[in-house]
């Protein structure tokens, strides 16, 4: 029971900080899937007086693609206000409209500087880029994102001091073994093996849990209705990469942190 107690006080510590880890890499795939969704959504037009193509509009590289549309929807809607002939002129009057995507989703200051260099294009009389709910969209991204950023690293952080503070424990636990292995000229791997088994296999557990954790709430049908809802794919779940990556974060933190605590208490 005491051996069991003595690992929960080092595995939860490394539960907090992985589930941390492991929510930005979800939140930050949530959002990239989000910003697809609406990306694939969301256009520019452009009203020219001359005709553009891509090569004119080369010195943007956000641009995807540009489309022609059709100004016949316009027409249509004066035909039943004036003749043949009026409609004629205001068809020589009108201009070329266009359509532009682009590759990724644009910040707000993506959004002005694209803006700015399709106004200094000639021919270019308007560009609607839709940047009041654009840039409302991408507020509401980010600050999801910072926050969740700020939580994960608060939480990373106090996790760390907890994992340091039970290591001194172990440490204080098993020092009269150590001085003797010290006194025999045991190496320093050697003379604190139990503490970095002890950290490398609460690293391991630590990692199960929090992939197992992945794995139910991914199929939870809750889980599955919030992401329909929010036109995110499921694509958001990488059960094996982040297996490997939570491990390797878990044991590389788990080994600094008991050579900190070694070498602290040999400095004091």
């Given at each position: 029971m005491n051996m069991l107690k003595r690992h929960l006080a080092l595995i939860i510590p490394l539960l907090a900080l992985l589930f941390s880890l492991q929510s930005i890499l979800l939140i930050n795939r949530a959002i990239q899937s989000r910003e697809d969704k609406l990306l694939q959504s969301y256009s520019i037009l452009i009203a020219s007086h001359l005709a553009l193509s891509l090569d004119k509009l080369s010195d943007i590289k956000d641009i995807a693609s540009l489309n022609s549309i059709d100004s016949a929807f316009l027409l249509q809607r004066f035909q039943d206000f004036g003749s043949q002939e009026d409609l004629k002129s205001i068809q020589k009057e009108l201009p070329l409209f266009y359509s532009l995507k682009l590759k990724s989703y644009p910040s707000i200051h993506d959004l002005e500087r694209i803006e700015d260099q399709l106004k200094k294009i000639d021919g270019v009389s308007r560009v609607e880029t839709f940047s009041k709910t654009q840039n409302q969209v991408y507020k509401l991204l980010y600050f999801t994102k910072g926050n969740v950023l700020i939580f994960a690293t608060l939480l990373g952080?106090?996790?760390?001091?907890?994992?340091?503070?039970?290591?001194?424990?172990?440490?204080?636990?098993?020092?009269?073994?150590?001085?003797i292995m010290d006194l025999l000229g045991a190496s320093f791997w050697l003379k604190n093996s139990i503490l970095f088994k002890a950290a490398l296999i609460d690293s391991v557990i630590a990692t199960c849990l929090i992939t197992l954790g992945s794995v139910y709430m991914a199929f939870h049908h809750h889980t599955k209705e919030i992401m329909e809802d929010l036109g995110i794919r499921q694509e958001v779940f990488y059960f094996g990469s982040d297996f490997f990556l939570l491990l390797f974060v878990s044991v590389i933190v788990s080994l600094f942190s008991v050579c900190f605590v070694i070498l602290l208490q040999r400095k004091s």
């Open positions: 952080i106090f996790s760390l001091l907890l994992m340091m503070r039970q290591i001194q424990v172990w440490r204080y636990q098993h020092q009269k073994r150590m001085q």
